[in-house]
């Protein structure tokens, strides 16, 4: 089984703001896929389906994104995961709008959501996709986070969500990460 993590807040006031990019990409992906992330286990919503003979599972952590390690990491020992078997999709202000950066390991960065996750997890040694929004140059980071995609980012933002789709769909396929950092960085 593989596990599909998206990072975001919770609630109408942050839906489609920078830092919800994770929920964005896993939204995207089960409007695909035909998922409905219906039920709530862990502090999360959760789907599931199978692709090619794979379960998959679709996360949206319900802790807010500064604690979604208390979400994640209960439902890897729950599920019984490998952390080979985990993706976790975020936003990443050091990379430019219509980019993503796939990682197997690596600091949080100075992102709290994955501080957590490392935090829960015991380890920073997992599959990530960072999805580019681009720095403030004269807003807060705190305001600009939370802040919306400008009209000017949307068809950035959109091609970074198709790309991190696609990335999903093959590493659900068996295809390995490093390969897939190699084709997608």
Known sequence: MKMIVGLGNVGPQYKETRHNTGFMVVDEFADKHG????TQKME??????NINGE????????TFMNESGRSVGPLMKFFKLDLSDLIVIYDDMDLPIGKIRLRNHGSAGGHNGIKSLIAHLGTDKFNRIKVGTDHPTKESVVNYVLGHFTDDQKPGLNQAIDNSVSALEEFIDGEEFNKLENKYN
């Open 55 to 62: 379960k998959v599972m679709l996360v949206e952590p319900l």
């Open 44 to 49: 999360a919503k959760i789907g599931s389906t």
């Open 35 to 38: 998922v409905e992330l219906s």
